[in-house]
């Protein structure tokens, strides 16, 4: 019986080589761009500025506190919330508080 030759070792690794680049593009690099994506807002959060935190409260920041902000969400209702705990940046307010107006005036 003919001895069949053992394929080369780096030809097996091609399969796992080609799923670990087809990981790497598909799963991680999105994620890592969309983290860095999130960091660069959290940074560039200002006063004045319209957000919506991952509890789903709106509010706006008037004050910056480090890693924390603080952010006004009714008229008499200020609380300290961490930088990270926001999740969209909306814009910064134009003095129209009409959706506090709204919920006040349905209360």
């Keep these: 019986m003919p ?6 070792l780096w030809v097996n690794m091609i399969p796992i080589a080609a799923v670990f680049v087809i990981f790497y593009f598909f799963l991680i690099r999105p994620q890592q761009k ?22 789903g409260l709106y509010g706006t920041v008037v004050g910056l506190k480090g890693t924390d902000l603080e952010v006004r969400f009714a008229e008499n209702v200020k609380l300290t919330v961490a930088r990270s705990a926001v999740s969209k940046v909306l814009a910064a307010e134009s003095g129209d508080n009409s959706a506090v107006k709204n919920i006040t005036a349905v209360s």
């Design 3 to 8: 001895s069949q030759a053992q394929p080369n």
């Design 34 to 55: 969309q983290v860095k994506e999130h960091q660069r807002m959290l940074d560039s959060v200002q006063k004045g500025d319209r957000i919506l935190t991952t509890g």
